[in-house]
């Protein structure tokens, strides 16, 4: 089956950029996509189609994929921005999430 | 506004079934842009995509889950609904219900609120 590796954990100072990388075979050949989850909330689409946003989603979220990594960037980053983070694709008839990764603004 | 709700029993005995409900609001479950999803998260973990479903009833469903999975709709009453039989502990989890823009390569744009089901005798 098919799967996509995030790290755990990714930490980054206020008003830095952050980067969030999914991992999985040939994970460039599909469309990434990338959901903000804060805590007791439900997940929100911030990134599509490997790097369009969503109406409503700030300017300041990203995405690119290629070769084997999608990669969700994350510019001058708020407080607001703490939150999981998780990628997802699309393989033969199933919907893949990665194992998400815990934003941590210090 | 398009929304979801998410309802069912939030308890239920390890090797019965778990039944719940979708129910969409402010727009139709036979729009044709659409699959209807439902995806679970055990508490403290990740997602974890159980099947989707078109308004004509074409389901697809995770291959993990698949043997003890059913997907319907009823689109009389703008809703869909899981079950998820011989359910365990590991059942346990958040669920969400969400939408699908199309088959094939998608993502998941509308969520709902999420249910807790926990399943203990």
């Known amino acids: 089956s098919y799967e996509l590796t995030q790290p755990p954990s990714v930490s980054v100072s206020p008003g830095q950029t952050a980067s969030i990388t999914c991992s999985g075979d040939?994970?460039?050949?599909?469309?990434a996509s990338w959901y903000q989850q804060r805590p007791g909330q439900s997940p929100v689409l911030v990134i599509y189609q490997d790097n369009k946003r969503p109406s409503g989603i700030p300017e300041r979220f990203s995405g690119s994929n290629s070769g084997t990594t999608a990669t969700l960037t994350i510019s001058g980053t708020q407080a607001m921005d703490e939150a999981d983070y998780y990628c997802q694709a699309w393989d033969y008839s199933t919907d893949v999430f990665g194992g998400g990764t815990k934003l941590t603004v210090l | 506004q398009l929304q979801l709700q998410e309802s069912g029993p939030g308890l239920v005995k390890p090797s019965e079934t778990l039944s719940l409900t979708c129910t969409v609001s402010g727009g139709s479950i036979s729009s044709s842009s659409y699959y209807w999803a439902w995806i679970r998260q055990p508490p403290g973990k990740g997602l974890d995509w159980i099947g989707s479903?078109?308004?004509?009833?074409?389901?697809y469903y995770n291959p993990s889950l698949k043997s003890r999975v059913t997907i319907s709709v009823d689109t009389s009453k703008n809703q869909f609904s899981l079950k998820l039989n011989s359910v365990t502990a590991a059942d346990t989890a958040m669920f969400y219900c969400a939408r699908r823009p199309g088959r094939g390569e998608s993502h998941f744009d509308l969520w709902g609120r999420g249910t807790l089901v926990t399943v203990s005798s």
């Open positions: 479903i078109y308004y004509s009833g074409s389901t």
């Open positions: 040939k994970l460039g050949d599909k469309y």
